[in-house]
T-cell receptor
Framework: QKEVEQDPGPLSVPEGAIVSLNCTYS??????FMWYRQYSRKGPELLMY????GNKEDGRFTAQVDKSSKYISLFIRDSQPSDSATYLC???????????FGAGTTVTVRA | DSGVTQTPKHLITATGQRVTLRCSPR?????VYWYQQSLDQGLQFLIQ???????AKGNILERFSAQQFPDLHSELNLSSLELGDSALYFC????????????FGPGTRLLVL
């Protein structure tokens, strides 16, 4: 079993819809949680990061962390065709140097 | 543009060969991380350097090695290449070690024939 599980999709939604992405994890030591966006043939770009549990909002993006369930989510409101990309969750423990990534979910927003 | 640069963008080589991938971190960043991304394994952490010293090792093969130079650029050396080494190799950097915000470069696409 992988340390971080993420449904690879693909996920196809119409423009304007809410995109819901999630990851589950098994390591209870994880404290930092991140979402990266990766366009085709490009490097991952940091979208959101959250420490411990709770919600964080940034524009159309909302990240949620539920440590009791070992479950994190990313919501994209009013999705745009430019949001079409692969979204990767990542996480690490406080005293760890490496990030553990999910497999990534490929999202297509149809105009 | 993250500010992290990687060269070359593409590399095609044969099995058994050796290649060197180069990374320049963002200005002011002391930590460099190397990752491998393949279709079947996803994004895997390889190794981290901080201010010239190795700080952490992940799933890095013995055929692979890395170093960080005094000017903070880093090189990843891949030797005795196998078909399965074909992948995207990313470098990321951060200001400090143990830093949650890592900025990724555009990657080097390696194809081993």
């Amino acid at each position: 079993q992988k340390e971080v599980e993420q449904d690879p999709g693909p996920l196809s939604v119409p423009e304007g819809a809410i995109v819901s992405l999630n990851c589950t994890y098994s390591n209870s030591a994880f404290q930092y949680f991140m979402w990266y966006r990766q366009y085709s043939r490009k490097g991952p770009e940091l979208l959101m990061y959250t420490y411990s549990s709770g919600n964080k909002e940034d524009g159309r993006f909302t990240a949620q962390v539920d440590k009791s369930s070992k479950y994190i989510s990313l919501f994209i409101r009013d999705s745009q065709p430019s949001d079409s990309a692969t979204y990767l969750c990542a996480m690490r423990a406080i005293n760890d140097y490496k990030l553990s990534f999910g497999a990534g979910t490929t999202v297509t927003v149809r105009a | 543009d993250s500010g992290v640069t990687q060269t070359p963008k593409h590399l095609i080589t044969a099995t058994g060969q050796r290649v060197t991938l180069r990374c320049s971190p963002r200005s002011g960043d002391l930590s460099v991380y190397w990752y491998q991304q393949s279709l079947d394994q996803g994004l895997q952490f390889l190794i981290q350097y901080y201010n010239g010293e190795e700080r952490a090792k992940g799933n890095i093969l013995e055929r692979f090695s890395a170093q960080q130079f005094p000017d903070l650029h880093s090189e990843l050396n891949l030797s005795s290449l196998e078909l399965g080494d074909s992948a995207l190799y990313f470098c990321a950097s951060s200001v400090r070690t143990n830093q949650e915000t890592q900025y990724f470069g555009p990657g080097t696409r390696l194809l081993v024939l």
